[in-house]
């Protein structure tokens, strides 16, 4: 039961938008955007405790392969799979450096990739448009199946989070998982326990930026338009919040974390001009006061 | 032939010799101990066979194949566990999480240990040696919530887990009650007694006499003597070591 009423809860909570007119339906598809994104940085980060601000660099490889690849008329579930391949292999490449440092200096080296990325982006004009980005990107559509209006769309995304949610789930209860939070909790009783810091972090990586490939590539046609300037450090910064903000290697902490963070400056809009300062006020609250994110409001709520 | 050889093994920090060309064997089945004033390079000696450090000179052989300068994860594998002097657990995990990701990467292959789900005989394997070191009434808690002792009899049974050919304890006595002490010197003869192979670094000289028959003595990083515990005593060379001149 106790594991029902949360799963129940979830279902009812994810189709609930399918009631909503456009605009917050929009924000909604957003939201499972940044949930899935979330998902990927709190496997790289929450459990395998290796930092990554280029998240954003990540999510950009699946818009972009979705974007380029629809333009020569492939499906856009070939797009979301190469995005997510692509993914996987910077993840696989920019976790190197995790080998030979950590913490800020990791911080440091992954920011640096996130500015590379947008960099090609902005001016490799002949394959990404530059500064113009690509416009008029298609939804996916199986022959007469159409996933074109909002609420299809809405619908299609829920799929692949579904997806994702679960393949993350499955991971996050194998032994990887529990690999993953060895190397996070002790690095070197890790290593004593025959533990491969090499080929895990590598694979915490690679996992989750190729989530990261997923989240883009399901981004990209949402407002059927994207350019370089969505992939700054900015958002990848704001992955981070999602995830620091929701309870780092908890499985809840991105969906709180993502609602959270797309839906605060939403509600706190009607307050105009001031909502940016209440929003970073709420922010440096919540941190002082709830350190292991909001997971942990919960935790007290059911007594554990 | 020895089943751990230590061969003139050397480690440098900087221009301080934390150890210099130390040698020694340890057969299979043996209990040896080691013992050493403080700063004498037991630990070190540790370090460098487990491949938490890297040796800068000399050789490590196990059952009779070259592993120095081999990574930790990969010593761990061939089946070298050990211990830690400040106890080294897995904090925000289960005493049963503990257990179990001490053996989860001894065998098998990095997908076999996705794809494989199962790990009943793990379990089985994990309870019993918690019920043999008296916390599988703990085996729900985090480990960080554990007592110290119980935190100490965890990384013992962390060590065991694996089932390793060779098991370095790095004072497994320091800071444990008296009782606790008869516990473990009692679990250290049984299992040695089934054929587990130890090596001990230990302060307790009362416990090391009665447990070891034979020890080898570190002093600022060489191997000043070698011997039964009678041997060592009388060893004129290690009073002079202990209490100086």
Not at chain 1, 31 to 56: E, F, K, P, R
Not at chain 2, 62 to 67: L, S
Request: neutral net charge; proline residues 4%; aromatic residues 10%.
């Amino acid at each position: 039961m106790r594991r029902l009423l949360p799963l129940g809860a979830l279902v009812l909570g994810a189709l609930l938008p399918l009631a909503f007119e456009q605009y917050k339906l929009y924000v909604a598809s957003l939201t499972l955007v940044y949930l899935i994104l979330a998902i990927g940085l709190n496997l790289t980060l929450g459990y395998a405790g290796q930092i990554s601000l280029g998240h954003a660099a990540f999510m950009a490889l699946g818009s972009y392969a979705v974007a380029i690849l629809g333009q020569r008329g492939l499906p856009f579930e070939v797009g979301l799979a190469v995005g997510a391949a692509l993914g996987f292999f910077w993840g696989l490449v920019v976790g190197f450096p995790a080998l030979k440092v950590k913490h800020h200096y990791l911080a440091m080296v992954t920011l640096g990739f996130n500015i590379i990325v947008f960099l090609v982006l902005r001016n490799w004009e002949s394959l990404t448009g530059g500064s113009f980005g690509i416009s008029e990107i298609a939804r996916p559509a199986w022959g007469p199946i159409s996933f074109k209006s909002d609420r299809a769309y809405y619908l299609y995304m829920l799929g692949w989070a579904a997806v994702v949610v679960t393949s993350a789930y499955w991971i996050l209860t194998s032994r990887w998982g529990r690999a993953f939070r060895a190397i996070r909790e002790n690095e070197m009783r890790a290593e004593v326990v025959g533990v491969s810091l090499r080929n895990y972090k590598l694979m915490a990586f690679a996992i989750g930026a190729a989530y990261a490939g997923i989240g883009g590539a399901l981004f990209a046609p949402l407002l059927s338009y994207i350019d370089p300037g969505a992939y700054t450090l900015d958002r990848s910064i704001q992955f981070l919040m999602m995830v620091v903000m929701g309870g780092l290697g908890r499985f809840e902490g991105p969906f709180i974390g993502a609602v959270l963070v797309t839906v605060l400056p939403e509600i706190l809009r009607a307050s105009e001009g001031l909502y940016l300062i209440i929003y970073a006020l709420a922010v440096i609250l919540m941190m002082l006061f709830m350190p292991k994110g909001l997971v942990a409001l919960w935790d007290r709520a059911l007594g554990n | 032939m020895p089943l751990l050889e230590i061969r003139d093994l050397t480690k440098h920090f900087f221009h301080f010799s934390a150890l210099s060309t130390v040698s020694l064997g340890v057969e299979p089945g043996e209990l040896l101990g080691i013992i050493g004033p403080n700063g004498s390079g037991k630990t070190t000696l540790f370090n460098c066979v487990t491949g938490v450090l890297r040796p800068s000179g000399g050789q490590v052989r196990f059952k009779g194949e070259d592993i120095t300068g081999l990574s930790a994860d990969a010593v761990y594998r061939r089946g070298i566990a050990r211990t830690f002097q400040l106890i080294q657990i897995f904090p925000e995990m289960t005493v049963l999480e503990n257990m179990l990701m001490a053996a989860q990467e001894r065998k098998g292959t990095l997908l076999g240990r996705l794809l494989r789900r199962e790990e009943a005989e793990e379990t089985d394997r994990a309870t019993g040696l918690l019920e043999y070191l008296g916390i599988a009434s703990v085996k729900e808690d985090r480990a960080s919530n554990l007592s110290y002792g119980q935190q100490k009899l965890l990384d013992f049974g962390m060590a065991l887990m694996p089932e390793p050919e060779v098991i370095l304890l790095d004072e497994p006595l320091a800071g444990v009650n008296p009782t606790m002490i008869n516990n473990l010197v009692g679990h250290i003869l049984a299992l040695n007694a089934q054929g587990y192979t130890f090596v001990i670094i230990e302060h307790n000289m009362e416990v090391v006499m009665s447990l070891c028959r034979r020890i080898v003595v570190l002093s600022q990083g060489e191997r000043i003597a070698e011997g039964t515990p009678a041997e060592v005593a009388d060893n004129p060379l290690v009073l002079d070591a202990y209490f100086g001149r």
